[in-house]
Nanobody
Framework: QLVESGGGSVQAGGSLTLSCVVSGYSYNSGCMAWFRQVTGKEREGVAVMFTGTGARLYSDSVKGRFTVSRDNANNTLYLQMNSLKPEDTGTYYC????????????????RGQGTQVTVS
């Protein structure tokens, strides 16, 4: 089960941190990810983390602005979003999956219910 929180409305240039409590998933193998979707558009992978090594990958659209991290003790995945832009608006989903652990593959993973982010 994946439960996201932390979404909201923010002005351009602002920051938000999304959280995702994960249960029923092994942290030692596979991939954890964030992807987003705007109504009427395709899902877009944002960030992935290799659970074994902790290595991270980001989409070009968020690289340098977003950071994915995790707290193993609390089974929580985070997405720190800085310098937000209106085009970052969308529903953000936390997801878990296996190889390939890529941003492009992230939208195919098992996901939570999503949390809305609106940047104006």
């Amino acid at each position: 089960q994946l439960v996201e929180s932390g979404g909201g409305s923010v002005q351009a240039g602002g920051s938000l941190t999304l959280s995702c409590v994960v249960s029923g998933y092994s942290y030692n193998s596979g991939c954890m990810a964030w992807f987003r979707q705007v109504t009427g558009k395709e899902r877009e992978g944002v960030a992935v983390m290799f659970t074994g090594t902790g290595a991270r990958l980001y989409s070009d659209s968020v690289k340098g602005r977003f950071t994915v991290s995790r707290d193993n003790a609390n089974n929580t995945l985070y997405l720190q979003m800085n310098s937000l832009k209106p085009e970052d608006t969308g529903t953000y989903y936390c997801a878990t999956g296996s190889a390939p652990c890529t941003v492009a593959n992230a939208p195919r993973f098992r996901r939570g219910q999503g949390t809305q982010v609106t940047v104006s």
